[in-house]
C-alpha cells in the first residue's frame, strides 16, 4: 500500500478501533493508532486461521506487548486475501510507527463493497472519539 497522509477521507473507522481502506474490489484494514496508544513495543503478533469468509466483528488477530494484548476485528464480511508480510518480522514495529499507512494488517475482498454499515466516517470517528 503507498504510504498515505496519516488521516485520510477515504478511510472508514469501526467503534473497536480498526480503519479500512477500500480500494476499488479490495480494502486494506488495520489498527487506529488511539488503540495503539501507549505501547511502545511490539513482542508479537498472531493471527487467526484464515478462512473462507470472516463475518465483521470476528478476531482476526491478536497484537502482544509485555503482559497485555490488543484483539483485531474485521470491519467487514470478507475474505483476507493477504497479511502485512512486515509485521510477521523484526519489522512488525512498523504498527506502531505508522498504523494508518504502511502498518496495515491485511488486504482483504469485502464481501459487499458498497455495504458499510457499521462503519464509522473520519467525522464520525473524530466525534465518537473527542478527536480535534
Avoid at 75 to 90: A, F, H, M, R, Y
Wanted: charged share 25%; glycine share 6%.
Amino acid at each position: 500500500m503507498e504510504t498515505q497522509n496519516l488521516i485520510k477521507r477515504n478511510l472508514y473507522y469501526t467503534n473497536d478501533h480498526e480503519w479500512i481502506d477500500f480500494q476499488g474490489s479490495v480494502a486494506y484494514i488495520g489498527v487506529c493508532r488511539f488503540k495503539l496508544s501507549g505501547f511502545k513495543e511490539i513482542h508479537k503478533i498472531e493471527f487467526e486461521e484464515i478462512s473462507a469468509q470472516i463475518k465483521q466483528g470476528e478476531i482476526i488477530g491478536s497484537i502482544q506487548f509485555d503482559d497485555y494484548h490488543v484483539l483485531v476485528h474485521m470491519p467487514v464480511n470478507g475474505k483476507i486475501i493477504s497479511i502485512n508480510d512486515l509485521l510477521l518480522t523484526e519489522e512488525k514495529n512498523i504498527l506502531l510507527q505508522q498504523p494508518e499507512t504502511n502498518g496495515w494488517i491485511a488486504l482483504v475482498v469485502p464481501g459487499s463493497l458498497n455495504d458499510k454499515s457499521g462503519l464509522l466516517t473520519l467525522d464520525e470517528y473524530k466525534m465518537r472519539n473527542n478527536h480535534r
